[in-house]
Each structure stands twice: as structure tokens, then as C-alpha cells.
DNA sequence: ATGAAAGCGCTAACAC
DNA sequence: GTGTTAGCGCTTTCAT
């Protein structure tokens, strides 16, 4: 691979003036920038990188840590990443943490040792204390991670109230809220607590059925079918819309009808579920605001470390009403 | 950030020392090791990864070009890429193409730029001839690229002819195939086909819908629509899933049951289509052994660059059967 | 068992 | 308008 001195040499110019040219630095004359250009042509040059950043620069590189990427919600987050930091010069190093605690640390240092030039992290791991000390902007998605990272996320107070009233209003009596396990200082915790804080006004019974996050669907669908068997709810609100596609599903296996015998609210709203589910009532997060401003906030710290930013950013949910609670 | 001067100050040692101990090189006494890694701790040291490959190390990195992340298949894809590099040692550095030459053009540059060890690249878009002279190791999903780089696809024709007989099967008449656009090259086309072939042992008759694969879902759902009111065709294979989920929509709304008046075959197969649409008789991919030839193939160009391997690599496909060719 | 010194490919004063 | 030089943080002979 062509190096700067390979194409000082062929152009007969000196190293500097060949970066001058690269980096449109100081005053050239036409005549080299040509003949620089053309070597470059030829060989088909490409400045390394690596030696640019480790001149001081920065490696236009941003770690994304996040469950992964085969759920279509964090698909389209990281697409929406992907496409926007593009456009502002950046690439991503994609770090899929699952949920697995110890390969997010190796994540972690893997990113310090590569110099990116910040971190957007979502997973859902908990305990890890190296966010303390990674010395490199960060921003969070919906999951507190320290006191020094600042959490975006989405109205998801209001959601959860949102959901209550889309249930309450289509005649909902013995309501259901299914969501993952009730993990400490989540943003998420939010949407239970608006959904009961909004059931309080109307006086009605529900009932909480946790189930972690990183169950498969299989079981996820066994535990679905329990609940419905007993036939003894008809509205239920799930924190994410996956969950209440599984809920369709053993509903109709069991011969339920959706919205006569059961109502059902989800959470998310991606574009996915939108095109290939709109019959669903859901909560949706505005991925795309919250992306930009996660970017925003992330560049703004990358340009200055130091930089003050508030605690927490919250984008408002909408409703979106599909047939399921008609 | 701190430097291996700075531990080698911290240690009382040279710096020759602090890296053979990091790379755990050369003979060394129990004593200066415990001091370095001491120090190292101290202050949260990362050996610096730029540093490292600027002198002539490989940079454990790999581009990933594919259409995009938001699509479930890719999604798992990448997920599964991750997941198996990741246990190799190597990170990704995400390329979403779309639609957008122009943009996979630049990400080749900037993958070459970096210094990625190798790439994986399966987008939709042509007439790239840069994949001509990226002097890196490459491998390809499902897609011509150049003489250089091999193909890994699942077996396209087999899967069409798949399709075909469990139509047939079904005792469809008339069919009718939804493809995208008919790429020259693509082995996406032996889908076709495969099909077409087995048709011919049955001496029944069919259509060609061609529909972009980059077509919103809403456009797709309105050709389907059209398609369908005709009522003209019994039997559907759509080249992927979605454009099946699309197909089950359209014929729900205009009241047609499926699979009593038109049965339906998709393609793909993924865990999500599995887990959340098990009624879908689609195609099956082996996604993750699709990725495991890809990464064989690449990792052993890494190795070594010119070293012989085929043109193409055909993994089995299987048919899932579900309700929809009941 | 350890250190000194050169160099990977690039940028940025500082000359002229 | 262009060249010289000194590093960035690390690895790697070659000494000792």
C-alpha cells in the first residue's frame, strides 16, 4: 500500500507538500497540487489513518454499545447512527453486548485501545463500573450508567401513561402490564410507574408479569399462554412491541380475539412494526430525535471534554391507535 | 491518556521492557512483571491500538458492507458477524450501503484508510469496480463483485425449486412470483430460476412481479394490492419474507384467506421470522453458517493474501412449512 | 534480564 | 511556495 513518500517521490515534491495538498493546508502552487494529485491517482493512494490519529488527530471513529442489532427497535437505532454520523465524517465500531456483562468490558477497553473519539451506549448489562473511568465522551441511551453521562431517552413516564388511557378508554376492567425484569435506576422503570400513576385515577386492578429481557421468544410465548389461559385480564400493556406480537399470537392460538376479548397496548413504534404491524396500538419512541440529539450531545464532547451537559434529555412518545385496542 | 513511557516511568524500567511484558515476549523477571502490570493498573493503561498497527500490525479490524441493519435478515447477519469475530479477536466497523453507491464508494475508502484487516460486503448496489483494486481481502455475500473476490450464497436454485413444489404441492394453478429487480450477476436470480425449472415438470403457468428492493413497504403493500384484487393467482413465492408479510396484509384486507384462497412461500427464514411469524412456510437461509464460510474465507486471505480459494461457496437451503401452503 | 535507538506514516512548527 | 526536522506511541533489532 502506497505510502506519502511514495507519492512525494513519484511527483518529485517533498512529504510535506504532499500532506499540504491532502489536508488543502498553506499556499500551493497549481502546477504541484497536479502533478501531487495525479501520483496519488495512480497509486491509488489512501492517507493511513491510523498514522493521522496518531499525530494527535482525532480517529473519526464512534463505539456503539448496545443489546444488538437483530432486534428490529436497536436494527433501526443503529441504522439511524450509522447513517447520521456518516454524514458528519464518522464510521462506527458496532459492539454488540448482548447480555453478556464481561464482553461489554472487553468492549469497553477494546475501544480506548482503538482511540475512538467517543461512545453511544444502550446495553442492557448492569454493574458495569468502567464507565467510571473510560476517559472518553460518552452518552447513554435510557439506562443510567454514572452520575457523569448523560441519559437520553424517551418520555417513557408518559408512554406508560399513554398506554393506560388507550386501555382504560377501549372498556379495559382487569388490566395486565408484561415488561422486562425491574432493573434499578432504569429510565424504562418510568413506564410502569406512569401506567400506574394513570390507572390510580380510574380506580382499576392490574397485575405486573416480568419477564427478562433476554428470554427467547419461546419462552416468552409459554408464559404468554399461562397468563391468557386463565382468561382472567382483557387489557394488557407490554413495554415493548415484540412482546405484544407474542401475545397476538397465543391469543389466537387459544381463540381469543384481539381487540373483542383482550385489548392490547405495545412499546416502540419502529418503522418495522409500523409497515408490517399497524394493527398494533403502541407507544412510539421518536428513534430518530433521540439519535440526533444523542449525536449532538456526543460531538459537542468530543469537541470539549469538558463541556457541561444536563443529566438527562427526554423526547416525547406519541400514541399511535391500530386495531387492537379499536 | 497514559502512554507506555508513562508506565515504564512509573515502574523504573525501559520501555522495551513494559512491551515485552504487555506482549509477553522475551525473558523477564517475576519482579519487573509485577511492577509493570502494577502500574498499569494504576493508571488504567490501554496499549495504544493506532501505535501498534502503525508498525506493521494487522488492526483486528473488519468493514462490514452490507444494504442495512434495520432489514432483519442483515440484521441477524450482523449480529452473527459480530458475534463470531468478536471470538476471533476482531471488531467491525459497520457499513450501511442502502441504496447509495456513491456512500459505499466512500466507505471503501475509508476502510482502506483505516487499515481494516479484511471486509465482508454483500450490498445491492453495481457497478462498484473500486472492489477491483481494493488490494484488501474480501469476501462476498450473494453478490458478484469482481474475478478476485469469492461468493458465499446460500443455494439459490434449489430454493426456488423448494418454493416451487411446495406450491404445487398445495395445489396452487395459477402462481405468481414477487422478486425485486432483476440484477445481471446476482445470484439472487437462480431464486428465479429454480423456480421456473420446477415449474416446468408440472406444465403450470406463472408471472413475474418484479418490485425494487429498496421500495418503501407502503409502495410494495400497493402493488400487492393491485395484484391480488385481480384474484387471478392461487399460489405466491416472494424472494424474501417481508414482501410475504406484505402479501398476507394486503389479502387480509381484501378479505382472502390465506391459505384457502392463495397460499403463500416467502424466503429467508430468519429467527425473527420464525419466532414471530411461524405460520409462514418460507426458505430457509443458514445464516450462521453462511457467516462462518465468510469468515473461514476471509480470516485465510488475512493470513495469507494470495492464497487459492474458489469462486463460489453454495450453502443447503430448508424448507420450513407453516400454515400459509397448508 | 534489560536498555538504546531506529522507524512505522503522518503532521506541524520552523526555516528559507 | 516548498523543504527540514521532530515527534505521535509503539515494536524490534542489536547491544550489554
Redesign the interface.
Known amino acids: 500500500?502506497a505510502t506519502l513518500d511514495d507519492i512525494a517521490k513519484l511527483a518529485g515534491v517533498s512529504a510535506t507538500t504532499v500532506s499540504r495538498v491532502i489536508n488543502n493546508y498553506g499556499s500551493l502552487s497549481e502546477k504541484t497540487k497536479t502533478k501531487v494529485f495525479e501520483a496519488m491517482r495512480e497509486l491509488?493512494y489512501?492517507?493511513?489513518?491510523?498514522?493521522r490519529?496518531?499525530k494527535g488527530k482525532k480517529?473519526q471513529?464512534i463505539g456503539?454499545i448496545l443489546p444488538?442489532?437483530?432486534?428490529?427497535f436497536f436494527?433501526?437505532m443503529?441504522?439511524e447512527i450509522?447513517?447520521q454520523l456518516?454524514k458528519k465524517g464518522f464510521?462506527?465500531?458496532?459492539?454488540?453486548a448482548g447480555s453478556d456483562a464481561e464482553?461489554e468490558r472487553?468492549?469497553l477497553?477494546?475501544l480506548?485501545?482503538?482511540?475512538v473519539d467517543g461512545i453511544i451506549a444502550g446495553s442492557h448489562n448492569l454493574g458495569i463500573e468502567e464507565y467510571q473511568?473510560v476517559?472518553l465522551p460518552i452518552i447513554s441511551f435510557d439506562r443510567y450508567l454514572s452520575d457523569e453521562i448523560p441519559i437520553v431517552s424517551s418520555d417513557n413516564y408518559h408512554g406508560g401513561e399513554l398506554a393506560a388511557q388507550a386501555l382504560v378508554r377501549s372498556g379495559s376492567k382487569k388490566l395486565q402490564i408484561i415488561t422486562g425484569a425491574n432493573h434499578p435506576n432504569s429510565p424504562t422503570n418510568a413506564r410502569l410507574t406512569g401506567f400506574k400513576d394513570e390507572l390510580k385515577k380510574s380506580d382499576l386492578d392490574f397485575d405486573v408479569m416480568e419477564i427478562s429481557f433476554s428470554a427467547?421468544?419461546?419462552i416468552k410465548g409459554l408464559k404468554i399462554k399461562e397468563l391468557l389461559s386463565k382468561r382472567e385480564v382483557d387489557g394488557i400493556f407490554c413495554t415493548d412491541d415484540?412482546t405484544a406480537?407474542?401475545v397476538i399470537?397465543q391469543a389466537k392460538a387459544l381463540g381469543m380475539r384481539v381487540p373483542e376479548d383482550v385489548r392490547l397496548v405495545g412499546y416502540d413504534g419502529t418503522?418495522?412494526i409500523q409497515?408490517?404491524h399497524?394493527e398494533l396500538t403502541t407507544v412510539m419512541q421518536p428513534i430518530s430525535d433521540i439519535v440526533m440529539v444523542m449525536i449532538d450531545l456526543l460531538l459537542k464532547r468530543v469537541d470539549d471534554h469538558d463541556c457541561e451537559l444536563e443529566d438527562n434529555y427526554v423526547l416525547p412518545v406519541k400514541l399511535i391507535t391500530g386495531e387492537t385496542t379499536a
Open positions: 500500500m491509488n489512501q492517507p493511513n489513518s491510523l498514522a490519529s496518531l480517529t471513529l456503539v444488538g442489532v437483530s432486534n428490529p436494527g433501526q443503529v441504522q450509522e447513517d456518516f464510521r462506527i465500531i458496532l459492539c454488540n464482553k472487553d468492549y477497553r477494546m480506548m485501545a482503538n482511540r473511568k476517559g427467547t421468544p419461546n415484540l406480537l407474542l399470537q418503522n418495522f409497515s408490517y399497524p
